[in-house]
């Protein structure tokens, strides 16, 4: 059954891809509205200083989303959800919830909330990040009773990756890079970037490793959805969306 709403999406300046992958399996009667939040760009890296400045637009894109009185906002950044750690992703909630007053949606804890789906209690990660987020992303998993077999990144300096970032990676090659990075002993895959095509081989990532496979805009979609009572079969993206 489809319920008629809206949906906020809090959108970092530079994705091109959290809207697309709502939008792409979005139904007849929920509308999607953004806003985009940005830095001051001084930063040539993502560091947490930068993520800072990015998230301090977080209240005044729910404060700006809540005019269009959306049933759910979610934010489409995975990093700045998880870089200090669970409980400032669930203040995270808790402030675009205060704000907007809609459901607030972030996709590290969604993430969270697919794999106990699963109930996944190894995993293996992929990523396109650079060292410091996958550090403080295992940091994160650190606070939780979830062990990590294994991830999988970008392995240039920072400065050389944010050249030509991973995450402008076709779906082609992502497929490759995450089939060829999985741990054989895996309960689900993860691919935890929301800037990232993982969401269009999902199924095909699926159906070569024989596991679940979970992606940021994934979990947040189903999350969004499931906290709206949008219930109908998504196709063609995996696992977590059929159920």
């Not at 993502?46 to 906002?73: F, Q, Y």
């Not at 995993?123 to 998993?141: D, E, G, H, M, R």
Request: glycine share 6%; with cysteine.
């Amino acid at each position: 059954m489809v319920k008629i709403a809206r949906i906020g999406l809090i959108v970092p300046a530079g994705n091109t891809t959290f809207e697309p992958d709502f939008a792409s399996v979005t139904p007849n009667g929920v509308t999607l509205h953004a806003h985009r939040v940005y830095g001051s760009g001084k930063h040539k890296v993502e560091c947490e200083e930068a993520i800072d400045e990015v998230n301090a637009g977080v209240r005044e894109a729910s404060r700006v989303l809540s005019m269009t009185k959306p049933k759910a906002i979610a934010y489409g950044f995975t990093t700045a959800t998880f870089y200090r750690g669970v409980e400032h992703a669930r203040e995270m909630v808790r402030t675009i919830e205060g704000i907007s007053g809609a459901i607030g949606v972030v996709p590290s804890l969604a993430i969270l909330e697919a794999l106990a789906f699963f109930k996944a209690k190894k995993i293996s990660i992929a990523t396109p990040y650079p060292a410091w987020n996958n550090q403080v992303l295992i940091k994160f998993f650190r606070e939780t009773d979830i062990e990590v077999l294994r991830l999988e990144g970008d392995i240039r300096p920072a400065e050389e990756a944010i050249q030509s970032p991973m995450w402008d990676q076709v779906p082609e090659a992502i497929l490759e890079f995450t089939i060829n990075s999985c741990h054989s002993k895996a309960d689900v895959l993860l691919l935890p970037c929301t800037a990232w095509r993982s969401f269009e081989v999902v199924e095909q990532i699926e159906n070569k490793l024989g596991i679940p496979v979970v992606t940021a805009n994934q979990a947040a979609i189903w999350k969004t959805f499931r906290e709206l009572g949008i219930k109908y079969v998504i196709n063609n993206h995996g696992t977590l969306l059929k159920s």
